[in-house]
């Protein structure tokens, strides 16, 4: 059986699993994060993938539906990230950070928020297998989101007084209570389904421009007229 030891994706891959392994042994990660969940979930699928590839003699990772959707949930937390938790703000200035237990606090939530959702997103652009998602998957990855955040809701609920029971500012139940806090949810259902809308359709763009040469290829030759001399 041919080993991938050459394929460019395999090498792509493992460089990935250290980079992600880097990330989280440089900080400390809640499990009560969707960042950490997100990028342990990533790390998962590609050691998976690796060992798939190399005992299958691939040079493909497995499952691309769910591959797709990891891209898209880790661009999602990107976005949530820079936006929403950092306020646009220049992530290498935490990392710089005379403080050493601060630069590594930085480092960390660069390689999550940055490092691998950038990694993932090249690897989605770069190589295949192609035209494997469904339209859909618009509507099924942000379910992800939709659960962590229910759980997160009802964790909170039943145990207050754990750590970390509101992760993130937009959990709090303010004057609206949990209930303004679930409806919250919805918006990020639609906000994660916009991402995976781009995604989708990179997908199935370049799997129709590889298909049109074969197809040209295998077109039928007009048939001549029989009445033509």
């Known amino acids: 059986m ?3 030891i050459a394929s460019p994706r395999l090498w792509f891959a493992c460089l990935l699993i250290v980079l992600s392994i880097y990330g989280f ?3 400390s990660h809640s499990t009560t994060f969707l960042t950490t969940i997100t990028n342990a979930i990533l790390l998962g699928y590609l050691v998976v993938g690796v060992w798939t590839m190399w005992t299958r ?3 493909e990772l497995p499952a691309p539906r769910l591959r797709g959707a990891i891209v898209t949930w880790m661009l999602f937390v990107a976005i949530i990230a820079h936006s929403l938790l950092s306020h646009w703000a220049n992530p290498f200035d935490a990392v710089f950070d005379p403080d050493p237990a601060a630069s590594l606090r930085g480092t ?3 390689f999550a928020h940055y490092v691998m959702p950038i990694g993932m997103l090249l690897d989605w652009l770069l190589f295949g297998p192609r035209g494997r998602t469904r339209w859909i998957d618009i509507a099924i990855w942000p379910l992800y989101a939709l659960a962590y955040g229910l759980l997160t809701i009802l ?3 039943v145990f207050p007084d754990a750590a970390n029971a509101i992760p993130y500012p937009f959990l709090e139940p303010g004057d609206g209570g949990w209930g303004q806090v679930i409806v919250l949810q919805f918006p990020i259902v639609i906000a994660v389904a916009l991402v995976a809308a781009p995604v989708i359709a990179y997908d ?3 799997a129709r421009a ?3 040469p074969a197809l040209r290829l295998t077109a039928p030759e007009p048939v001549a007229d029989k009445l033509s001399p």
């Open 204 to 206: 199935k763009l370049l």
């Open 25 to 27: 042994m440089v900080g």
């Open 155 to 157: 964790r909170a609920v």
């Open 2 to 4: 041919r080993r991938p």
């Open 210 to 212: 590889a298909r049109a």
């Open 57 to 59: 003699g691939t040079d």
């Open 108 to 110: 960390a939530l660069l």
